[in-house]
């Protein structure tokens, strides 16, 4: 009979093992579905790309839906992480929204495979009405959306930002960001900073306390 301490050990390594197997799987589906489409992505070309065998994938993924929602759920984690690592580091409520359309800028646009594959899942999951899910999801779940929303609502009350409506204004912002990030995608020349301050810029100015 193994010691207590060493059976823990191994399950704590099958677990690491199993974890780092799911990152894999899940990096080499973001490539394929940013190279080839959703359409292409079956487990076959997705295990070659991987350098595993397809039951390896239907071993951690029963479908392809559970792995689409690992696949979106990883990406959007990350992005908030970093965004949120910024946001953390500003005082002001103006600074707070640069870092936050910056951070984000930043990381989806020098990483478009990303993008590429989010808008590949998107709209590629359905819901129970055979609708695209998305479309028809509930803004509380936009992660973006809501840090937005969250930073002009504490700057109003502050008394920092003017009188504007934040649940438009967030739209508008994150409506932009995601429209040239897709066209990143096809127009690697964009200029990606110049974007950045453009918006940043009429993000401000469209918060501004006027001065009487």
Known sequence: MQPENETNNQQAQRSFIEQARRAQIIEATIDVLAEQGQGNAS?????????????LISYHFKHK?????????SIIVARV???????????TAADK???AL???????????????????????????KGRVAHLEDNDDDDGDLQTLIAIFQAGQQ?????????????HILAGAKDRFL????RRPDLDLELFTQTLVGLALAATRKETP
Do not use: C
């Open 43 to 55: 487990f076959v070309r997705i295990a070659q790309h991987a350098g595993i065998s397809p039951s």
């Open 65 to 73: 839906e559970e792995l689409w929602a690992e696949v979106l759920a």
């Open 81 to 91: 992480a970093y965004v949120s690592e910024h946001i953390a580091r500003a005082t």
């Open 97 to 99: 929204l640069r870092a």
């Open 102 to 128: 910056e951070a984000d800028l930043i990381y989806m646009g020098t990483r478009p495979k990303l993008f590429a594959a989010l808008v590949e899942v998107f709209f590629s999951m359905r819901n129970s």
């Open 158 to 170: 502050s008394g920092e930002f003017g009188a504007f409506d934040p649940i438009i204004l967030a």
């Open 182 to 185: 897709a066209q990143l995608l």
